[in-house]
């Protein structure tokens, strides 16, 4: 199976201020057929199921506002929150869709 | 407008099994596999497999693999996850989600609280 870490575990950033979250997968997640990258990520709030943002690596879902990026390529992902904001408090997750039998990274906390 | 509604709470004793179901409308079910994902409080998403509506081919997790069951009626648009032998450690929220294009899952269940508990 392929395997996602992500780091940091957790992270405090001011209002306004850059997040950055970091995901590695253990095998490059490049699908040869489209040169995309078969990674997503989400955010989850308490008590809700997680929310999609980005497929592909990078593209974002309709609705989710543009402060949210991704980006990355291979083994190493990025998702970005260029000013956070209050409503932004959540844990992310990065997930791999490369092969039939997915898996999820651990999760980073993001906090102010 | 949820697309994926799933069975409300449960309470299974260690040893017993447990069927969760998770109801589409608002789309063509056949269209869109349906993945099944669970989380124990504190913890990530746990990925448990896969179910194609449409032909009913499956995919689990080598975890799951003889204890779990994914299965569709395709009448009611309802899928279904079923986990045997339950332990103390498969407690946690069960999620059903719909897959969209090549594997992201772009509507989620509002999770199932399994708790097992003699």
């Not at chain 1, 209050?86 to 997750?93: H, L, N």
């Not at chain 2, 989380?39 to 509506?53: I, K, L, R, S, V």
């Not at chain 2, 009626?73 to 079923?82: G, Q």
Request: with cysteine; glycine share 10%.
């Amino acid at each position: 199976d392929i395997v996602m870490t992500q780091s940091p575990d957790s992270l405090a950033v001011s209002l306004g201020e850059r997040a950055s979250i970091n995901c590695k997968s253990s095998q490059s997640l490049l699908h040869s057929s489209s040169n995309k990258n078969s990674v997503a990520w989400y955010q989850q709030k308490p008590g809700q199921p997680p929310k999609l943002l980005i497929h592909w690596a990078s593209t974002r879902e309709s609705g989710v506002p543009d402060r949210f990026s991704g980006s990355g390529s291979g083994t190493d992902f990025t998702l970005t929150i260029s000013s956070l904001q209050a409503e932004d408090v959540a844990v992310y997750y990065c997930q791999q869709y490369q092969t039939s039998l997915f898996t999820f990274g651990p999760g980073t906390r993001v906090d102010i | 407008q949820v697309p994926l509604v799933q069975s409300g709470a449960d309470v299974k004793k260690p040893g017993a099994s447990v069927k969760v179901s998770c109801r589409a409308s608002g789309y063509t079910f056949i269209s869109h596999d349906i993945h099944w994902v669970r989380q124990a409080t504190g913890q990530g998403p746990e990925w448990m497999g896969w179910m194609n509506p449409y032909s009913g081919t499956t995919g689990y997790a080598e975890k799951f693999q003889g204890r779990v069951i994914m299965t569709r009626n395709t009448s009611i648009t309802t899928a279904y996850m079923e986990l045997s032998s339950l332990r103390s450690e498969d407690t946690a929220v069960y999620y059903c989600a719909r897959q969209y294009g090549s594997g992201w899952l772009d509507f989620w269940g509002q999770g199932t609280l399994v708790t097992v508990s003699s």
